[in-house]
């Protein structure tokens, strides 16, 4: 059985509907990336996933149990075991890195101080934060408040972890880190991942399987190669990096033409 | 005709949605003040709590001292320029007294730490929206009303009813002060006229209308921060709007206090 079941997901704000019908199976164990352009809904999608905003209507289940429809205490049980790292990185600035990863353990288990400590190193130095722990968030640099965000997400062994646009304003060197310190934690912990990005480099590098949102609804859903090989329009505007018709060329270019005449004329 | 209907049955909504949010938080408020009590509670919500009491109590004490100083001054000095008139001077001792304990103690109070105090929340709690950070919460399975607005609540209805109580004393000494100085009156005889004008029901109606005050400061200022939505200027206006409600609903509910005490005699 899939970990993550997504059936039919209908979201509407004020009468617009954001996602239509939305129908994802996500297995135990693999990088699935939600892909797609701004405004396609995938962050809508994936804050659907983690139970932040229920939907109008369709279900999603997390190992077995619908998080749209399920009681507070399920849900939190389902939570934890879902790591999310945001694209903000979200730490809490008033606490120390440190502080901010020993949270959840400090409140959701029972673990000695000493243990909390040994693990919240552990977590650290996987992400190679581990001499930096003492630091608060704003001291921080971007790549590397990511990666901290990646250590507490990771804090309570999820089954699940969650990436919401792990490259997003990072320089190409550190978002390339970031990707291996995707694949390298699925190796090593056999994690089920989900990450929401409009990078291609990225989404070729770490996916097992790849859907493409547009306008609310899949494209399609499929391996790398299916994905990168599939002759539907949208898709291929995606990959070949073609511009959309927002700007209205046409009219811009008439413009211009006309500016640039005038200018002669008066010269 | 339709428009104007259409912008009073609007804005009519927009209150209503208000108040309906500010009475579930507060519900939801009252609920989770169980986890932020020492020994029963979460001992990190309690460790919480003694941090905001530092900061919504014991850092205004000068502030509040101050403000009941000059009100105490002003008071005595209004009162007995009338007073004097009727040869009536000795009761500006009344005046202060009363007025300080049943009236201004609270009431300044009140505007004192909705100006500290209620513009903190708001603004904490709206950057915390806008970074994320309350999503994150979320999904690490901490309730965000427990976890934040809890403790500042506990907080403020153990340190608000002191301030007043500072206040009280502060704006009596004035009026003594000013009595010394106008008629040579010595302290101690003042302080044992205040002692009989004043009664336990004047104290504890005080104590009542800061108990609620301190309500209304911590859900309007949380309430405004967690509506935040969107960027930084947001917030800006998150702040602004938790001081001039919180101040506002603060004198609507001294006026209703006052009036159930005065019509069921309790003066």
């Not at chain 1, 291609?200 to 494209?219: E, Q, T, V």
């Not at chain 1, 949208?234 to 413009?255: C, L, S």
């Not at chain 2, 309906?20 to 609920?31: N, P």
């Amino acid at each position: 059985m899939s970990i993550i079941s997504i059936r039919d997901l209908v979201v509407e704000y004020d009468g617009r509907r954001v996602l239509d019908g939305l129908t994802l199976d996500i297995e135990q164990g693999e990088t699935m990336v939600l892909l797609g352009g701004s405004g396609s809904g995938k962050s809508t999608l994936l804050r659907h996933i983690i139970g932040l905003e229920r939907p109008r209507s369709g279900s999603v289940l997390v190992k077995g149990i619908d998080i749209t429809r399920c009681s507070q205490p399920e849900l939190k049980r389902v939570r934890r075991c879902i790591g999310v790292a945001f694209q903000s990185a979200a730490l809490f600035n008033s606490l120390s890195v440190e502080d901010n990863i020993a949270l959840p353990l400090r409140e959701h288990t029972s673990l000695a101080p000493s243990i909390i400590d040994l693990m919240v190193w552990m977590k650290l130095a996987v992400v190679g934060l581990a001499e930096f722990g003492k630091l608060h968030p704003q001291e921080l640099s971007g790549g590397m408040k990511k990666r901290a965000a990646v250590a507490r997400a990771l804090a309570l062994d999820p089954e699940i972890l969650v990436f919401d646009e792990p490259s997003a304003g990072l320089d190409p060197i550190v978002a390339a880190e970031l990707d291996e310190l995707i694949r390298l934690l699925k190796q090593a912990f056999q994690m089920t991942v989900i990450v929401v990005t409009h990078e291609l480099p990225s989404a070729f590098r770490i996916a097992d399987r790849i859907a493409m949102l547009y306008k609310g609804s899949f494209l399609a859903v499929g391996t790398k190669d299916q994905i990168r090989s599939s002759e539907h329009p949208h898709i291929r505007q995606f990959i070949d990096r073609v511009p959309g018709n927002i700007a209205q060329t046409r009219a811009v270019e008439a413009y211009f033409e006309e500016y640039v005449q005038s200018q002669e004329v008066t010269r | 005709m339709a428009t104007l209907t259409e912008s009073i049955g609007r804005a009519t909504l927009k209150h209503l949605d208000y108040v309906g949010g500010l009475s579930t938080q507060l519900w939801a408020g009252v609920r989770a003040l169980g986890a932020a009590l020492p020994v029963t509670g979460n001992r990190y919500r309690w460790k919480a709590s003694i941090r905001q009491m530092l900061e919504i109590g014991v850092q205004a004490i000068p502030m509040v001292g101050l403000m009941a100083v000059c009100g105490g001054f002003i008071l005595a000095m209004q009162g007995a320029t009338e007073l004097r008139r009727v040869g009536a001077l000795h009761y500006v001792i009344d005046l202060v007294a009363v007025g300080f304990t049943r009236e201004l103690g609270p009431l300044l109070t009140a505007i004192a730490v909705s100006g500290r105090s209620g513009s903190a929340f708001s603004a904490e709690i709206g950057t915390m929206m806008v970074t994320e950070e309350v999503d994150a919460l979320r999904v690490m399975a901490f309730e965000p009303i427990e976890f934040v607005l809890a403790p500042k609540y506990l907080a403020a209805l153990i340190t608000v009813p002191c301030l007043s109580i500072i206040s009280n004393v502060c704006g009596i000494l004035a009026g003594g002060i000013f009595m010394f100085f106008s008629t040579d009156l010595d302290l101690r005889l003042y302080l044992q006229d205040v002692l009989t004008s004043i009664q336990l029901q004047d104290v504890v109606s005080g104590l009542i209308k800061s108990l609620a005050f301190a309500t209304i400061i911590v859900h309007v200022g949380c309430l405004e921060g967690f509506r935040v939505r969107g960027g930084p200027d947001a917030v800006g206006r998150s702040t602004t709007s938790a001081v001039v409600k919180s101040t506002f609903l603060v004198i609507v509910a001294d006026v209703v206090f006052t009036a159930i005490f005065y019509f069921t005699g309790r003066r």
